[in-house]
């Protein structure tokens, strides 16, 4: 049995792509400017003319570049918003590049985060904020982008405790990869919400604790939120699974 993978090198196309992003986030390149020529990239990198292609094409579908046609066209550097993130992230998690398990994996390194900073700056305003959000629990809903829309109400609070605009900013984006999830779920499972229980009662916990001012449990009690969330959602995508296999047979045996 083998104690080491083999080791796989990189194609060219991946390694320039790689170093032409860096270049862009680096500034190198500011967003509307425009890309040296293929001509001059393959000369650049000492590299052919398909693996400058194949790397402006990974940029593309990244969303870090965009291409026009013309005599006036190019490579141009698209400005980095926080909907080209939310795009770039669609298109992976479509190509099932990424799974719910890394995205909460991530999310509740995060959350534990923002739970622990929000809990040393709660202020009477923000109490009564996240108060009246935890009200809103006591209402049933009666679908999964419903439970999440409660739960993003309660987590951009959070955020906004934080204090940190860069741990806000990933809230928001996380919030944004979980929607898409939730709306394929909602739209064309057709599993209904009361297939788990409801998740939202269980942010009560990490309500307390910020309000409270205890960072400490705070943080456990976010992190254990997004775990709990994420076997959920896991669950529920893999019954998604189950039921589209089971349709073509359904089919058959109703011909």
């Known amino acids: 049995m083998r104690r080491f993978k083999p080791i796989i090198k990189p194609r060219v196309s991946e390694v320039m792509a790689e170093q032409l992003k860096q270049s862009i986030i680096a500034g190198s390149f500011k967003a509307g400017s425009k ?15 398909t693996a400058v292609h194949e790397a ?18 190019g490579s141009f550097v698209i400005d980095l918003t926080f909907e080209s993130l939310v795009k770039a992230f669609q298109e992976l998690f ?9 995205i909460y994996h991530v999310k509740a390194i995060v959350d534990a985060e923002v739970a622990r900073l929000a809990a ?19 209402f049933p809903v009666k679908s999964w982008s419903g439970d999440l829309d409660r739960m993003t109400a309660i987590y951009f609070i959070f955020a906004e405790m934080c204090g940190n605009r860069c741990l806000e900013a990933l809230v928001r984006l996380q919030i944004s990869q979980i929607r898409i999830v939730v709306d394929a779920i909602d739209k064309e499972s057709g599993i209904p919400f009361n297939f788990l229980d409801s998740n ?33 959602l896991t669950k529920v995508e893999k019954a998604c699974f189950r ?9 058959a045996a109703n011909e």
């Open 35 to 49: 890309l040296p020529s293929a001509h001059n990239l393959a000369e650049e990198f000492q590299v052919s003319r």
């Open 56 to 73: 402006l094409r990974f940029l593309e579908g990244s969303g870090f570049i965009i291409t026009r046609q013309g005599q006036l066209g």
């Open 94 to 102: 479509i190509a099932k590049s990424i799974s719910i398990e890394e």
């Open 120 to 138: 040393l700056n709660v202020t009477p305003e923000y109490a009564k904020r996240l108060n009246d959000a935890a009200d809103a629990e006591r």
């Open 200 to 232: 939202s009662a269980c942010l009560r916990p990490t309500i307390d604790a910020v309000m409270a001012g205890d960072a400490g449990v705070a943080a456990r009690s976010a992190k254990e939120y997004a775990a709990k969330y994420a076997n959920n």
């Open 243 to 251: 039921m589209k296999r089971a349709m073509p047979l359904t089919i």
